[in-house]
């Protein structure tokens, strides 16, 4: 065989060669690779990491778009308000500090609102601005706490025991969270005494401090532009220093300005706050003799007074109501099926869930002359309606229900309940109203509407539904069925 030929031959067989080569190596790789990925695979399976636990991503997608963290944080914070109720609520360690805060301005809304105004702002002359800088920069967490639990005792700010640390955590979280301009903080210690002359203090604050906040700081009650600085509601909670650095620091844009040293209005000395501090203290140990029970007729002028300070930032100057807010308490139809004891009751007992706290510290007196003021004050063509307080029906519930969904869930909602549920009417199937009112006050409302109101005349062929007798026994059963 030729040298020539054999070459031919060695190379036929190294191509061969390397071409079984080649595809076996191709065959390895492949294997290879395609183990690694089931290995990822696996691993990633098992171990997502909570960033983008749930999140699915589509095959042959090119890219993978960043996580926006924030969005993240604003669904964690809608997630844990609709978690934390009442029943189960997410401690205030843990809580989201979003959802706590929105939390908390839902409730300064519901119980706050109606009096501080929304936004904390206040009203000069009826309300202190609680988002102040200075006061916020004063005023402890317990502080806060303190006066809403306790209420302001002689103000209109009733006591709110109702409402759970949780709840109150919120909407101190709320007010923290409120933006201020320049803040500012100021140590105040609340085992400080300044010990002074009380009768030097009594002249001083007659001086400077009684245009504002009245006689013997009972503030609004007494006419006055600012909060009662002398009623116990107030010195029960402020220590002498938190009095101290208010005389100092004023309450910025607000009509309280500084009065102390050479940059204060009035150049007051330590020794000028002393004196003053010392004569509101006094005024606590006043002894306040018992009132005694009130049986006499009300006087209408001090009514108003007493009307203007516990009653009108709910139900409005001149007892005219807001729709869906507060019902018209001056109206011709309520004042006429409404008794005095009916008024009364609902003062003193307040009505348990709503915005409407009970007031046992009203006293009869006070009651008799709010009451006196309502019943002077004119309408137009004056009825006389008598209301059986001892009248029971018997309806069917079922019949009730429907009946009540098809006339009266469109203003009072679901249930009777009202402004809480975003009605225009008031809470007619709660337990406040419902206890205080009989089957015959229903019926005869039912009958004569509220003139001047949404509310109309729903009995007989002058009614808008042309309700029988029959109708409305069956609404009042169900009302009287709901859960109390």
Do not use: W
């Amino acid at each position: 065989m030729s040298i020539e030929k054999e070459e031919q031959i060695k190379t036929g067989k190294g191509k061969v060669f390397q071409s079984f080569l080649g595809f076996y190596t191709v065959i390895f790789l492949l294997v290879f690779i395609g183990l690694i990925g089931f290995a990822a695979k696996i691993y990633l399976g098992d171990n997502k990491t909570p960033a983008i636990e749930g999140t699915e991503i589509a095959e042959n997608s090119p890219s993978i778009a960043p996580v926006d963290q924030s969005q993240i944080f604003e669904r964690e914070a809608v997630t844990t308000i609709v978690e934390a109720t009442e029943s189960s609520p997410v401690s205030s360690a843990i809580e989201n500090p979003v959802a706590r805060i929105a939390r908390g301005e839902s409730l300064f809304n519901a119980n706050c609102a109606a009096c501080h105004q929304l936004g904390a702002e206040g009203k000069v002359g009826f309300a202190p601005s609680i988002r102040n800088r200075d006061f916020l920069a004063l005023a402890s967490d317990d502080f806060i706490k303190k006066t809403i639990k306790g209420g302001r005792p002689g103000t209109a700010m009733p006591p709110r025991p109702d409402l759970s640390d949780y709840q109150i955590d919120g909407i101190v979280a709320y007010l923290r969270s409120l933006p201020v301009s320049n803040p500012v903080v100021i140590e105040v210690d609340p085992h400080k005494s300044y010990i002074g002359n009380a009768e030097a203090g009594e002249a001083s604050f007659n001086i400077y401090c009684a245009s504002c906040h009245g006689e013997e700081g009972r503030g609004y009650s007494d006419g006055g532009s600012g909060p009662g600085i002398g009623l116990p509601g107030f010195l029960g909670v402020a220590s002498d220093d938190f009095i101290f650095q208010t005389l100092k620091h004023g309450r910025m844009g607000t009509p309280m300005k500084s009065f102390l040293g050479a940059r204060g209005v009035a150049n007051l000395s330590v020794e000028d706050a002393s004196d003053i501090i010392t004569y509101l203290r006094s005024l606590q140990t006043v002894e306040k003799g018992a009132v005694a029970t009130f049986r006499g007729a009300g006087d209408p002028i001090k009514g108003e007074e007493h009307f203007n300070i516990n009653c009108a930032a709910c139900h409005q100057i001149g007892g005219v109501g807001k729709v869906g807010f507060a019902p018209s308490i001056r109206n011709r139809d309520f004042l006429a099926i409404a008794s005095d004891d009916f008024i009364k009751q609902t003062v003193s007992s307040g009505r348990p869930g709503t915005a409407m706290v009970g007031r046992p510290d009203l006293s009869e007196k006070v009651l008799a002359d709010i009451i006196a003021y309502l019943r002077a004050l004119p309408v137009e063509n004056e009825v006389h309606i008598s209301v059986d307080a001892y009248t029971v029906f018997n309806g069917d519930k079922e019949a009730g229900k429907g009946k009540f969904e098809v006339f009266c869930v469109a203003c009072h909602g679901p249930e009777g309940q009202g402004y809480a549920t975003g009605g225009s009417g008031p809470g007619i199937g709660l337990p406040g109203f419902l206890k205080a009112a009989s089957d015959d006050y229903i019926y005869q409302t039912l009958k004569q509407g509220r003139v001047g109101t949404p509310m109309k005349p729903f009995i007989g062929p002058e009614g808008i539904a042309n309700l029988s007798d029959e109708d409305v026994y069956d609404i009042t059963t169900y009302l009287r069925s709901l859960p109390n």
